[in-house]
């Protein structure tokens, strides 16, 4: 196992190499603006393959990703490299510090949640999908069989775990999770410096995006980690990575087909990962793609629209179609059934506005600024069209139509826009522009700030529905309440939802023990079954037991099992247990410590 993992490394390596060197401009390019979109696409590469590898149903693999990685480095080599010159890059050393100094930062935070007596701490049990899912691609090797409308990120997780099992085997590959986790924060706070860096070089803005970059990482990425979405974040790192391909059509000297491909990918990554955030991404890009189509056609005096369909056909083609097969056909209608999903309420992080409000007067003016023809690019016009569809869904909120869930959601994509936009902006000042279009921007939002609290219109929305906004806590963050949240979680574990020892994972260990080698035939033999009262530690029991909970109640919480169970995961801290003793006792008992113990039933 260890060889093939080495192979996959070197296959990895080898693509990454083809794709970083590979010649795209006669001009310099910046080192860390590169390292941070060929990560992605390689990421994307990944999911690309996996769709289409489940779909003709051979296996995936590290094995056979690895062998598709040198095909594609060779061809790539072959056609693109060889007898040319290699891509030059620039470095400078503000963007290796942010890079050196933003691992730092996340290696620390990974620190203070992981590394502690309870390893698996998070602020819901989301994670336990993302963890069993990724368990299933793995068992599978197919990413059909789990989620199939959102495999983007459990195909990542997957591949990371399964490259990692020498080190961390068996049930032990929740910590190969939890560093691609971290990884993960590391390239959303990366790609945001990247998009950020192709605006400008001057020592002062790169300053400004640095400061910027940890803000947003720092920010609602980070939140995304404590709470286990996974899926959330890495679609949001899918909107930025598609920002940067927009940009790269603007960039002089620079093959146009590049950008167009950086923006297919995100766009399909997006589909798969989060399908909500598809709609009004696909159609800002749809937009972006045009208007730039359009200028470069007025300078050479044809406005002729065939060019125009042929750019929009060849991004758009291949994204549309898996999306819709993977959520239409393979996911069983999954994005018709949607609608009924999107009442479902549950634990995120909630902030109706002034997380954004330090930021918001910049971000405004980045949109007005969009007036002008030069300033119409992807952020902007996303921002605008977010803009509609995020008030769309809190009418619908207020309707009851849509759950406070969902719609906080979108707030994840806002957290990039804004800061972004406001990064924009933030260049314009330093340039000694916009000065005054500024200030009346920051008049406009501050002005509908204390309009919305003379007239009480939170306290409103708190009567209607209390998790439409919710009390500010704690009090001291108030328009930084996002921060002071994550430090909350990250300083005081314990106030985590879930908070498992080493005592815990080894009940799991024992439960995945007793059912024998988990494949995909066997998922519903020797089926495991938690005998406890918290929710969160059936669910964890499930998942540690590399069992597939999506499929199975969990019977456990209500009253002792009746069902076709042949192992029990009893834990001792549980009312069943202490009112169950006498039947319990009566079996078999293959693994005990100060948590519990595992019974085998005849």
Known sequence: ????????????????????????????????????????????????????????????????VGIANFVVAFLIYRFGIRGKKLQRYAVRVIDIVFAVALAVAVAYIAYLRFCTSAPIVYSTIDPVDRLSAAQHVVAAQSVIYTYPNMFFGHMANAMFMELLSPAFPDVLAFRAFEI????????????????????????????????????????????????????????????????????????????????????????FGVGVSYTLFAPPVYVAAFVAIALRARTQAEAKGDLCLVPVLKKEICVFAVPVILTVVFTMVVGRGDAASAGSQLTAEGAIFRNLYTDFLPYLPFAVLAVVMAARREHRDFARVLAVIFALFQGYFFVQMWRGGVSTYYYYKLNFAAWFLILFLAGLAADALANRKRSIAFLACYAVVWGLVGV??????????????????????????????????NMLYLLDVGKNVVYLDWDFIELGAAARAARGESTAANYFENRVEPVCDAFEHAYWIDCLADEHIDQQPVTGLFALPESDAKIWVVVKDSELYKNNKARIYAYDRVFENDAGFVCALP
């Open 180 to 267: 691609k986790e971290a990884v993960n924060l590391w390239l959303a706070g990366l790609l945001f410096y990247a998009a950020l860096r192709q605006y400008s070089g001057k020592n002062f803005q790169c300053g400004v995006f640095f400061a910027l970059a940890f803000a947003y990482a720092l920010g609602y990425p980070l939140n995304n980690g404590l709470y286990g979405f996974g899926y959330l974040g890495i679609s949001v790192s899918l909107v930025i990575f598609t920002q940067i391909g927009a940009k790269l059509l603007h960039a002089d000297g620079m093959k146009p087909w590049i950008g167009l491909a950086v923006i297919s990918m995100g766009c």
């Open 452 to 485: 919305v609290g003379v007239l009480g219109l939170e306290m409103r929305l708190t009567g209607k529905k209390y998790d439409i906004n919710p009390v500010q806590t704690p009090a001291s963050g108030v328009c930084f309440q996002v921060y002071s949240t």
């Open 1 to 64: 196992m260890i060889g093939v993992s080495i192979f996959y490394i070197l296959s990895a390596a080898a693509l990454f190499a083809c794709v970083f060197f590979y010649p795209k401009s006669g001009e310099r390019q910046n080192a860390v603006v590169w390292l941070a979109i060929a990560i992605m696409a390689y990421e994307c590469w990944m999911a690309f393959l996996g769709g289409v590898l489940s779909l003709a149903h051979v296996p995936v693999s590290i094995l056979s």
